[in-house]
Structure formats: C-alpha cells, structure tokens
C-alpha cells in the first residue's frame, strides 16, 4: 500500500527519487544480466538488500516482463516495476514496524525520508538485477547505464528541500555502486556515519582537512572542506594541528561564527569564534564572562577556583560564569572583586549599592569580629562578615566585650550607652570597671558595672589637671607641682570666668590657634590694683591650657632660669623675679598651695616616669 501511494504520488507530478531509483534499478539489472556473483557481492554487506534479493525472485513471469520493460523504455520500466515493488512490500514491513503510519505522513508532508528512499532503493535494485538474471538478457547494458546516470542527474537537480537533498545523496551513492560495483564519494555507514570513498573504491587512512564534492549542496560542482578521520567525516569539536576547531554536526564542515554550540546528549557547550576555533579559559559571551575547561574545551559545570590563560585565578560557579562578590568556598567566606573579578587580599571591599563592606586578610579569606584595619580597630559582623554600621555592645572573637561605633570603630573614653556613661581604656578597648577616670575637662568615679558618677569640687579638678602637669615636665622642664598650684590660684580651682567660658586656667593674654576672649581683668600698679579690659587665649580644653603654659615659658628666654629646676621653692621664686607676675606675694601664695595639696608628689611620680 505504502509503494502504491508513493506512485500515486509520482504520477501526480512530484518527482520522488523512490520513482528515480525504482527506474534507474531496473535498468542496472539488464546491465549487469552477465556479472550474477559480482553484483551478489556488492550487495550482500546490507542484511536489508539480501532479503529484498531473496523476495524478488518469487515470480520469473514478473521478472521477465520488467526486463523486458527496461529494454524498451525508462517511463515503461516505471510502470512494469510498480507491481514488481507491490510483490516486495514485505521489504519495507522489515524497515518499518507501522506501514500505514509512514504512508500517512507521506502523503501529508510530501517528503520522502532518506533513510527509507534507500532502503527501497537498494531493494528494488536487488529485485530487478535478481529478474535480469532469471531472462538471461543482457543485450542493453549500454543504454542502461546511461539511464541511471540521467536518473541520478534528474532527481539531484529536482532536490528543492533539505530532506530531498538527502534522499539526492542517496540516490547518487546507489547509482555509483550499482554502475562500478565499488564504493564511490560520499556513503553512509552502518553507524550512520558519512564515509568518503576515492573512485578506487578506498577510503584515505589518517588525519586529513580535505576540499571534497559537499555533502548537503546539490548544486552541480560544489564543493566544501571537511575534517576526515580514516576517510570519515569528523563533526562536533576537533583537534586539528595543535588548536580546537568546531565542525557543524550538521553539514560536517568548519563552523565560522560566534556561538555557543551544545550537542545532543550534553548539558554544557562549545565557544566557537568566528574563525572556527574553540575557546578555552576565561571567555567573555553575551556581555557575561565564562570558563571553559582548557581539557575538554566544554562551559565549567560546577563550582571551582580556576587559573586561566594569563595565569591569575578566578572564581567559577556552578553555571560556569565567573563570580564576584561574597563567595562561599571550601567552608569559608571569600570576595571577589566586581570589576576585575580577582580574589581581594588585604583590602577592604565594598560592593556596589551597600554602605559598608568586607575585610580580606592576607589569603584572600573574609575576616569577622574585630580587627584592625589602617591604624584603627574595627568590627565586622560574624554572621555578615560586614562592617557593623550602628553602635552597639559586641562580643569579639576571644570573648572580650567592646563598644562599637556607629562607623564600625571601636570606641575609647567616655561613652553614652543606653542612658548612661561607660568608660573605655584608650589602650585596651576594655570597659573599665573601678576607681576613677579622667576625660576631658570632667573626672568620675566607676562602678562595678562600669557605669561612671561625675565627680565635683577640688579634688576633681586635681584630677582633671593631673596628667598635663606631668606632661609639662617631660616635654618643656616646668615643675608639675608649680604648674598645679598657677593653675588653682589664678583659676581659682577652674572656676573663674576666664576659666569656665575659656578654659584659661594661667590668664595668659592674646589668641591660641586664633581663638580669644575679652573680659576684665585686675592690674596691678604703682597705684595699687586696677581693671582693664583685655583679650586672653582661648582653648578646647584644660589640657590644652596646661601645655600651652608650658611652650609660654619655653618660648620665652627670660624664663629659661626655671626650666628643669626640681626645687619648687626656687621656681616660685624666679617667676615672680622674671616677672610672670607683678603681685608681691605671688612666690609665696604659689608656695602654700604646694603644701596644703601635697603636691610634691606630682614632681617625684613625673621624675620616675
């Protein structure tokens, strides 16, 4: 049934090569009526065409009436070989398990599948050349050769579709065996596999990039390049001469465009150039970079830290495209930078759109708790990794508490936390929890809970002024108990005006860093005292005072007599005689303020420091 309708077919004007092969079959077997073994041989390779061979003999009355077709005309032999095709249909059941289903879709589509059209073939090749022998004509061998090289030439140049451009090939490969008995130019193997034949009948051995008649252009005369392997085809990805090379699957020659090709049975693909050649390393494809393994040449399938063509190392994700940003690897935390896409070692990161960002160590790993970072100590979340950006009370990594800032840095001093004051050691970063503390111009007394009580009246001021009379001594040589006992007497205990809007604890006139003061102030003269108005220095606080008196006398030669005197006697003294101040009792208002403080203890802790 399926033969018929492919005739019917015919009849109605398409030019099938089922028709083309069935004539030109029929005239080979009076060519080769007188070479019966030969042409048994040549067919016998295919399991398909002994069974055809086998079947065609089933009716001499047949045989001798196709014979006779063939040797009068090629329509004729059309014709006489339909009901011989009819008597073989059992040929196609063996090819097909559902005849009605491929007839069905020939007649719907009007496309004959290659693979089909030569197994007919062949078979009916079979089935004529079997007829022929059983006549004993071989009168006509001439005439028909030249039809089936007209045949050929007809359904190669009616091929206008892919498929029938496939069902052309076919055909000429039947043609060429049935009219030489050798295997010539393109074939198609039992593996499906396109095989090249020389006009020997033999294939080239070896590894070759030959031009050759192509395999897919029916046009008259065309040719293409292809990659032979023991005279077969290569297609897919190719080694050829030390570099890659891409070979379209499906016309088996050098694909030249950019494209990520992925063959049947793969998850991941093949970078292809525009010259032909497969990419590997780091290769950047559709605005996004990827990594193809330099060994197989195929997109990287899962997660990996690679070395690439130039030798630095990337970060590779499980769709094969290059990573950037937090990175999990290994059981720890790693960043990779988002324009170089490099691993970050010993820099501080931040990624686009945030406000704050990561630290990486010297290995690449991001780092958490508190850690240094520029000369400052910082605190990176450990459940984040990220700079903290609030303050807060943390745990460090060693069990420690600190109390961070809101820009992530630790924080030292006095702090306001929670509606109360805690005092931080600027050397330890560590809550103090006793004694008392000095900071700023205020001095407090610590809890056990490390909550500080502001403390008041002489004492605290004693406090505050402490540390920067000890520090006069070390850098300019003024004895700290007379920079204490100055300080108390002309401040009156820091709570002078001048004192409390100025923090000018010594009344010495003009500006400091150009900030001042103007206020009244006693003089005292050869009248007694009198009052006058007057600019005086103005500083950020009493430390600042206290140093700043210090560099006054320094800078002043007139009182170089004084400087690294240990005997606070004698330095009171040489004040008022250098003229510091014109009362004539300051040496000895100066001298009592020593005693009634017990501040020659400043001078003896400032001399064994």
């Known amino acids: 049934m399926e033969v018929r309708k492919r005739f019917k077919l015919y009849k109605s004007g398409k030019k099938w090569c089922v028709v083309a092969i069935t004539t030109a079959a029929t005239v080979l077997g009076v060519a080769t009526a007188t070479t019966v073994n030969a042409q048994a041989d040549s067919v016998s390779e295919n399991p398909v065409v002994a069974s055809a061979s086998a079947q065609s003999t089933s009716s001499s009355s047949q045989q001798v009436m196709l014979a006779t077709a063939s040797e009068s005309s090629v329509t004729n032999v059309a014709s006489a070989t339909s009901a011989n095709v009819t008597n073989s249909a059992s040929v196609a059941s063996q090819v097909s398990a559902d005849n009605e289903t491929a007839s069905s879709a020939l007649n719907s589509t009007s496309v004959v599948s290659a693979e089909n059209v030569e197994v007919s073939a062949v078979a009916t090749v079979e089935a004529a050349s079997s007829a022929v022998v059983s006549s004993g004509s071989a009168a006509a061998t001439s005439t028909s050769v030249q039809a089936v090289s007209s045949v050929s030439n007809a359904v190669s140049s009616s091929a206008t579709t892919s498929q029938e451009a496939d069902s052309a090939s076919a055909v000429r490969e039947v043609a060429s065996v049935a009219t030489s008995g050798k295997k010539s130019g393109w074939v198609t193997n039992a593996s499906g596999q396109k095989v090249y034949y020389n006009s020997n009948g033999t294939t080239d051995t070896g590894r070759e990039y030959v031009q050759l008649p192509s395999l897919t252009d029916t046009t008259k005369g065309a040719t293409g390049w292809y990659l032979l392997q023991d005279g077969v085809a290569q297609k897919g990805a190719q080694e050829w001469y030390g570099s890659e090379w891409y070979f379209d699957p499906s016309t088996y020659q050098l694909l030249k465009e950019n494209t990520y090709r992925v063959e049947n049975g793969q998850k991941v693909g093949y970078l292809v150039n525009s010259n032909g050649n497969v990419l590997s390393g780091v290769q950047k494809w559709m605005g996004t970079y990827y990594y193809f393994d330099p060994s197989t040449y195929l997109l990287l399938d899962h997660q990996d830290y690679v070395k690439s063509q130039w030798g630095d190392y990337y970060m590779v994700g499980s769709n094969g495209a290059l990573m950037t940003g937090l990175v999990n690897w290994q059981g720890s935390k790693y960043y990779f930078n988002q324009s170089s896409y490099l691993l970050a070692k010993n820099t501080y990161s931040v990624p686009n759109g945030q406000k704050v960002g990561y630290l990486s160590g010297s290995d690449g790993k991001v780092l958490s708790g508190v850690q240094k970072w520029m000369g400052t100590y910082y605190y990176f979340d450990p459940s984040t990794n990220l700079l903290l950006d609030h303050q807060d009370y943390v745990k460090s990594q060693w069990g420690y508490y600190y109390m961070v800032g809101s820009n992530g840095a630790l924080m030292t001093g006095v702090v306001s936390w929670q509606g109360s004051l805690y005092y931080f050691d600027p050397s330890s970063y560590l809550l103090k929890t006793s ?175």
């Open 435 to 609: 004694g008392s503390v000095v900071s700023g111009n205020s001095a407090y007394s610590v809890a056990s809970d490390g909550k500080l009580t502001l403390l008041t009246g002489n004492q605290a001021f004693l406090m505050i002024i402490k540390q920067a009379a000890i520090d006069g001594w070390k850098k300019y040589g003024v004895l700290p108990s007379v920079t204490a006992a100055q300080a108390i007497l002309e401040s009156g205990w820091g709570k002078s005006t001048l004192a409390t809007e100025a923090y000018n604890l010594f009344g010495i006139k003009g500006s400091y860093n150009g900030q001042s003061v103007t206020m009244l102030t006693a003089e005292y003269g050869s009248s007694g005292y009198y009052y006058i108005y007057d600019q005086f220095r103005k500083y950020p606080s009493y430390y600042q005072s206290i140093e700043d008196h210090g560099y006054f006398l320094v800078s002043n030669s007139r009182y170089s007599n004084l400087l690294w005197n240990r005997n606070y006697s004698t330095v009171t003294y040489l004040l008022h005689e250098d003229g510091y101040a014109t009362d004539p009792n300051y040496a000895s208002s100066l001298n009592s303020v020593i005693t009634a403080n017990g501040l020659t203890s400043w001078d003896y802790e400032a001399f064994n420091s």
